[in-house]
């Protein structure tokens, strides 16, 4: 059973940064487009970004200007980068790829 695995969650104030990392131990996943997708809780799960195969970039509204996503191909690595952080930003974290998910990394945004 393949499983990504998500880091660089973490408890900061608003406004302030963190940078996720997604990987894929024992799978390549340069093949297939890669997402972000994250759960507050007693809320559905919310798409936040994606990264495609040719490196091209997407965003949901709430996050765009703030949030950065990327890959690097050489470590199989995604990377979720998270600047001018909000409480409504609170969320599980969660990585996917060619259909596997990660269990996720928590991010706790206080006011």
């Known amino acids: 059973q393949v499983q990504l695995v998500e880091s660089g969650g973490g408890s900061v104030q608003a406004g302030g940064s963190l940078r996720l990392s997604c990987t894929a131990p024992?799978?390549?996943?340069?093949?297939?487009?890669m997402d972000w997708f994250r759960q507050a809780a007693g809320k559905q799960r919310e798409w936040v970004s994606s990264i495609g195969t040719d490196g091209s970039t997407n965003y949901a509204a709430s996050t765009k200007g703030r949030f950065t996503i990327s890959k690097d191909k050489a470590k199989g690595t995604m990377y979720l980068q998270m600047n001018s952080l909000k409480p409504e930003d609170t969320a599980m974290y969660s990585c996917t790829a060619c259909g596997y998910w990660g269990q996720g990394t928590q991010v706790t945004v206080s006011s």
């Open positions: 024992g799978f390549t996943s340069n093949n297939c487009a």
